[in-house]
């Protein structure tokens, strides 16, 4: 199992910027493609994006493409998703994940990764 901390989450006003971090230790760490997800209040888990072990393929929903980023660093142990003109429906809880062996690189079914962590609470308003 890999144990995932997030942090990096604050309140930003609309077109700011944030970057979170996603801190894993455990199982090896590098050997796995890693997932971003968000849950806004009242509504479903949904992903934002996946990046796979070496970095090398990245993978995103459609409403954050040209504006996060996803990146890591496998001798730090980190993910992380970098967040530019953020919107106000991008308020959510963030939450990164380990994307099980065997699934394919760009699903996006939170079924499809396990070993979650806390989360981190983005807020983007005025």
């Known amino acids: 199992q890999v144990k995932l901390v997030e942090s990096g989450g604050g309140w930003v006003q609309p077109g700011g910027s944030l970057r979170l971090s996603c801190a894993a230790s455990g199982r090896s760490f590098s050997s796995y493609s890693m997932g971003w997800f968000r849950q806004a209040p009242g509504k479903e888990r949904e992903f934002v994006a996946s990046?796979?072990?070496?970095?090398?393929?990245?993978y995103y929903a459609d409403s954050v493409k040209g504006r996060f980023t996803i990146s890591r660093d496998n001798a730090k142990n980190t993910v992380y998703l970098q967040m530019n003109s953020l919107k106000p429906e991008d308020t959510a809880v963030y939450y990164c994940?380990?994307?099980?062996?065997?699934?394919?690189?760009?699903?996006?079914?939170?079924?499809?990764?396990?070993?979650w962590g806390q989360g981190t609470l983005v807020t983007v308003s005025s």
């Open positions: 994940a380990v994307r099980n062996p065997g699934t394919n690189f760009n699903t996006r079914r939170t079924t499809d990764y396990a070993d």
């Open positions: 990046i796979s072990w070496r970095g090398g393929l990245t």
